[in-house]
Nanobody
Framework: QVRLVESGGGLVQTGGSLRLSCAAS????????MGWFRQAPGKDREFVAA????????NYADSVKGRFTISRDNAMNTVYLEMNSLKPEDTAVYYCAADRTWKWRNDYDYWGQGTQVTVSS
């Protein structure tokens, strides 16, 4: 059983930056591929970014390419999402997720509780 706890959300102006963190327990962490997803009000949860357990491979949604960066520290059991050049349409609850299968579908095995990101215009 893997437990995930996100932090780092908040209110930021358009063009600003935020760094989300997701601390994992119940690992071993390095055996899990990690993903970030988001859900805006009235919309389905959507894929944002993913990284393999080793950190060697990443994948991003087109809407965040060049602005968001996923990274992980396997020694600290933590995955990060660095978000730059934020736009109002990035406003959503952001979730981290863990799975032993490399994918970016919305069906990861383990999920955090989410952290709110609000971008003001």
């Amino acid at each position: 059983q893997v437990r995930l706890v996100e932090s780092g959300g908040g209110l930021v102006q358009t063009g600003g930056s935020l760094r989300l963190s997701c601390a994992a327990s119940g690992g071993p962490f390095w055996t899990y591929h990690m993903g970030w997803f988001r859900q805006a009000p009235g919309k389905d949860r959507e894929f944002v970014a993913a990284m393999t357990g080793s950190g060697s491979t990443t994948n991003y949604a087109d809407s965040v390419k060049g602005r968001f960066t996923i990274s992980r520290d396997n020694a600290m059991n933590t995955v990060y999402l660095e978000m730059n050049s934020l736009k109002p349409e990035d406003t959503a609850v952001y979730y981290c997720a863990a799975d032993r299968t490399w994918k970016w579908r919305n069906d990861y095995d383990y999920w955090g509780q989410g952290t709110q990101v609000t971008v003001s215009s």
